[in-house]
């Protein structure tokens, strides 16, 4: 008896697309006669001849093979034509003289080639990557809403390509240079400002956009381990197709190679899931353990580190750089921005927004500036004649804008953002009922029942004690008299706030630095109230003082927010406030930098934000 014929074919089925993968013509020809046996007993369904292509390839070793299948190429390993046929019709093979569309054939996303390079689909790419961009800068738009278009639509529309296609990262690096020249036209970045600021993270004050050559690195990891951990098994072809791009890609010295990045993330991943440490105020152990990680967690957990080190990179950079990394200086010492693109994109002036990136960076045009770049014979300031006008001098070092009140009324706009909330929270706290301390008992429970449902705690803050809490805010149009009932003293903290039942009074001293600064204003107003808090506890009183900066970029100090949590205030209410403040600072410093050339400060009404 012959041995039956073995035939090992991967079959994937899309809805109406249909591939076969066989190793021989013949065992292909075999597969497609038996489709069309049953195609044909269907009656409803058929092949279409014309839409179908054909690709082999093969070593050929003799000019017998030549002769017989007539290769593409002069190469020993070259594609050809099979010469399959399915309804007594021929195949078309994918070959250099047999497609119109330069000799090319799309098949689930990805264009197949005669000889299977990737390198002409990169111009595809780019053509339609470039398309998306000058269609998006060509919208009448804001320059906000197009960045956000950039981000939520032509960046995934290059997820697919960076996935199928085995890309060199060169190639992505390119697509970074447009996306670099159009974003900070977009923003109204300085075209000299670190490219760092586009791509960092937000929590490492940046603007946390996807570059494309971090997607390209993504994508490829993706795919590579979704090969690597496909469901054939170890044995599978799958398998045995990465560990041989694995060893190939370890020869390489200077291009980027995914497969031993790919191990050096799994072996990272590995070790971080075994031995997690704590990154928040978490208790031990919050963080259930997972032995066995999904593939799907797993490869979201690569990404974001790929991400992480990137972000890394862009940091260090910024480290190096004298004026443009200042940022790395203070950023331990201030919250940045609240940015958030249901704000941003509805922004009524973008330019503020502007303002606010280049003198994150110390791009603003000062005169310091404009004298290093060859615009103007003198960096001196327009206002006080100092020698060196740089962007920090104009925001908080000029002495004849300090005694013009520019900074004053900064000051007073954000004191007077702080009343309408702080009077508003104590006004409703002073109406509500003190609440009654219970002894605390200890209850058990029998085995078997049920234990009952724990009562809300009572929330803990400074003003939980009393309900008569008076509160005083020092503007420089209306200043007031420290409260005689607690002590004597000339000084006049911004906020007073006290209780007459049980002798409790609450000072907040706002400051309006530059962040580079706020380490150093802390410590100077710290000196400064020292003794009126003795001389406040030695008349019996209790006293709590709060140091809260708010930087001239808008950035707050860590404690900003705790202060207000101090007061009872709600984190919502917190968030908002906090938000509000930052907006009232960075619109006043925009005003304050913009009028930096006039000579004359007219009064100015207190900015205020509801």
């Known amino acids: 008896m012959k041995k039956p014929l073995s035939l090992k074919s991967l079959l994937m089925a899309y809805a109406d697309d249909l591939t076969i993968i066989t ?36 070593v050929f070793t003799s000019g017998a093979d030549r002769i017989r299948w007539e290769p593409h190429s002069t190469k020993p390993f070259s594609s050809f034509d099979p010469l399959l046929l399915i309804d007594t019709k021929q195949i078309a093979a994918i070959g250099p003289l047999s497609l119109e569309l330069e000799d090319k054939f799309k098949f689930l996303g990805k264009f197949f080639r005669f000889d299977l390079k990737d390198g002409p689909q990169e111009a595809l790419v780019y053509d339609s990557f470039l398309l998306r961009l000058n269609t998006v800068n060509l919208d009448l738009v804001n320059g906000l809403m197009k960045a956000w278009l950039f981000q939520f639509w032509i960046i995934p529309s290059l997820a697919w390509p960076f996935q199928v296609y085995d890309f060199p990262l060169a190639f992505a690096k390119t697509l970074d240079v447009l996306t670099t020249r159009f974003l900070k036209q977009w923003l109204g ?21 996807t570059k494309p050559s971090l997607l390209l690195k993504q994508s490829q990891l993706i795919k590579l381990h979704l090969v690597k951990h496909s469901q054939e098994g170890p044995e599978g072809n799958l398998r045995k197709l990465h560990w041989n791009r694995l060893a190939r890609e370890m020869k390489f010295s200077r291009r980027w190679k995914p497969g031993p990045t790919l191990e050096e993330a799994e ?8 031995f997690a440490g704590q990154t928040d105020k978490k208790g031990l152990g919050h963080n259930r353990y997972i032995q066995n990680m999904s593939a799907s967690t797993a490869r979201k957990r690569i990404s974001l580190g790929l991400a992480h080190d990137h972000d890394r990179k862009a940091e260090l950079h910024s480290m190096t750089l004298d004026q443009q990394g200042g940022w790395t200086q203070w950023r331990e010492n201030a919250h940045p921005l609240d940015l958030k693109w249901k704000d941003l994109i509805f922004l009524k002036n973008s330019k503020i927004f502007s303002h606010h990136l280049n003198a994150s960076v110390s791009c603003l045009p000062s005169p310091n500036r404009l004298h290093l770049w060859g615009y103007i014979p003198s960096s001196k300031c327009p206002l006080c004649e100092d020698q060196k006008c740089t962007q920090m001098h104009i925001f908080s070092s000029c002495l004849t804008a300090l005694h013009q009140g520019r900074y004053t009324w900064r000051h007073d706009s954000v004191l007077k953002c702080m009343e309408h909330i702080l009077t508003k929270h104590i006004t409703s706290h002073n109406d509500t009922k003190l609440p009654t301390v219970k002894a605390r008992l200890i209850k058990f429970v029998k085995k078997g029942g049920n234990t009952q449902s724990k009562s809300q705690p009572l929330p803990r803050h400074l003003l939980i004690s009393a309900r ?23 000084l006049r903290p911004d906020i007073v706030i006290w209780s007459c039942a049980t002798k409790t009074v609450i000072l907040i001293e706002l400051t309006c630095p530059s962040e580079e600064n706020i380490l150093q204003a802390k410590a100077r107003k710290s ?33 900003f927010a705790h202060c207000l949590r101090q007061l009872g205030l709600q984190a919502c209410k917190t968030r908002e406030l906090c938000k509000s403040i930052q907006t009232v600072v960075t619109r006043c410093s925009y005003i304050i930098f913009q009028s930096h050339k006039q000579p004359k400060w007219a009064r100015q009404q207190l900015l205020t934000i509801r």
């Not at 072996?267 to 075994?274: H, M």
């Not at 005083?472 to 005689?484: A, L, M, N």
């Open 527 to 559: 000196a400064r109230y020292l003794p009126l808090l003795n001389l406040i506890q030695s008349n019996g009183w209790s006293v709590s003082l709060f140091l809260v900066e708010a930087g001239v970029r808008g950035c707050l100090s860590f404690s």
């Open 267 to 274: 072996a990272k991943l590995s070790f971080e899931t075994k």
């Open 23 to 58: 190793g021989r013509p013949r065992d292909s020809q075999k597969v497609l006669d038996t489709t069309g046996e049953w195609l044909n007993w269907t009656i409803t369904m058929k092949a279409k001849p014309p839409k179908c292509r054909a690709l082999a390839a093969k």
């Open 468 to 490: 008569d809490w008076q509160c005083q805010f020092d503007f420089k149009d209306d200043s007031f008299v420290f409260p005689t009932v607690i002590c004597i003293t000339s």
């Open 189 to 209: 970045l300085f075209k000299g400002a670190d490219v760092g600021l586009l791509y960092r993270s937000r929590e490492n004050h940046g603007l946390g956009f």
